[in-house]
């Protein structure tokens, strides 16, 4: 079995700290690959399936884990010839805490060594980029509207600084402009809302239950759409989420289905595991159980 680690050497924080302490010992154990600018972990993934790693491990939080996804892509058959690790040192690591995989170091690559792999849907969107036709994976979510424009405003040195609370900041920011409203249609049906979110699995945000009847091997996609997301609406709808971390079902549309088209009159961007990729319109689909991972 031959393990390689995909890693930022610049990254700050207690966790990348303590990575930092721990990688002489990862260094006898299998090889590290330290990314030097934007775009470097899926250059270095590709290279990694073609050399012939069969664990492709990603340390960092979600977006590293999507560059490193899609660098796995990238390379021909590179799903059938290698499977997806991950060692958690992100801000939220949605996608770890949808698989169980422990958010300590040291616990996540016992797991990673013991490579128990499950087959899961992998997500994909296909849009166009300075119009030219383009397709891109992603493992967990996707979010258009207020939420990728969140993403787009949140700050390095907040999110390091804040953590969670760096993307409500940037949410409130994003609130002051006017928002699109967006269209989701699957199977003949439509809903629309200023906010739409996708999942492929149950959590968004960290642990909050935003898709409860998702699942990460059942061939679907949830669609949550908030039809107004204006500061008043948030304030009604944000105490019995905080409480609970689930949605009042009375405040949201929902929507299921393997393909999911999305446009929007006036402009609206997107993001998936929390990166900022592009604007509508978009589809969105899933490749049932492609997706090799290594989990507890």
Not at 122 to 127: A, C, D, I, K, S
Not at 233 to 258: C, I, M, N, Q, T
């Given at each position: 079995m031959r393990i390689c680690v995909i890693f930022n050497p610049a990254a700050r924080g207690n966790k990348a700290r303590r990575f930092k302490k721990f990688l002489n010992e990862l260094s006898q154990q299998c090889a590290l690959k330290a990314t030097t600018a934007p775009g470097d972990?899926?250059?270095?993934?590709?290279?990694?399936?073609?050399?012939?790693?069969?664990?492709?491990?990603?340390?960092?939080?979600?977006?590293?884990?999507?560059?490193?996804?899609?660098?796995?892509?990238?390379?021909?058959?590179?799903?059938?010839?290698?499977?997806?690790?991950?060692?958690?040192?992100?801000?939220?690591?949605?996608?770890?805490?949808?698989?169980?995989?422990?958010?300590?170091?040291?616990?996540?690559?016992?797991?990673l060594k013991r490579a128990n792999e499950m087959k899961i849907d992998?997500?994909?969107?296909?849009?166009f980029d300075d119009g030219q036709p383009t397709q891109r994976y992603f493992m967990q979510?996707?979010?258009v509207g207020l939420d990728a424009r969140a993403v787009e405003l949140v700050s390095w040195k907040l999110k390091k600084t804040a953590g969670p609370f760096a993307y409500v900041v940037a949410g409130l920011q994003a609130l002051t402009e006017k928002q699109a409203d967006i269209a989701a249609t699957a199977g003949g049906k439509k809903i629309s809302g200023e906010l739409v979110l996708l999942g492929n699995g149950r959590?968004?945000?960290?642990?909050?239950?935003?898709?409860?009847?998702?699942?990460?091997?059942?061939?679907?996609?949830?669609?949550?759409?908030?039809?107004?997301?204006?500061?008043?609406?948030?304030?009604?709808?944000?105490?019995?989420?905080?409480?609970?971390?689930?949605?009042?079902?009375?405040?949201?549309?929902?929507?299921?289905?393997?393909?999911?088209?999305?446009?929007?009159?006036?402009?609206?961007?997107f993001e998936l595991d929390g990166e900022w990729i592009g604007h509508l319109p978009a589809t969105f689909s899933v490749e049932r159980q492609k997706l090799r991972v290594i989990v507890p």
């Open positions: 972990a899926r250059r270095l993934a590709q290279a990694a399936v073609a050399t012939g790693y069969d664990i492709i491990a990603a340390a960092g939080g979600d977006g590293t884990v999507n560059e490193v996804l899609n660098g796995i892509g990238d390379e021909p058959d590179g799903f059938q010839r290698a499977r997806l690790g991950v060692l958690p040192l992100g801000t939220v690591n949605v996608f770890a805490r949808e698989l169980n995989i422990p958010l300590k170091l040291e616990r996540a690559w016992r797991a992998l997500g994909r969107v296909n849009y979510l996707a979010g959590f968004y945000g960290g642990p909050f239950e935003i898709f409860p009847e998702a699942g990460l091997c059942d061939g679907q996609l949830e669609v949550c759409a908030f039809p107004k997301v204006d500061l008043p609406a948030l304030l009604k709808l944000a105490p019995g989420f905080l409480a609970r971390r689930k949605l009042s079902e009375h405040r949201v549309a929902r929507l299921r289905g393997e393909t999911i088209e999305l446009t929007s009159a006036t402009p609206a961007a």
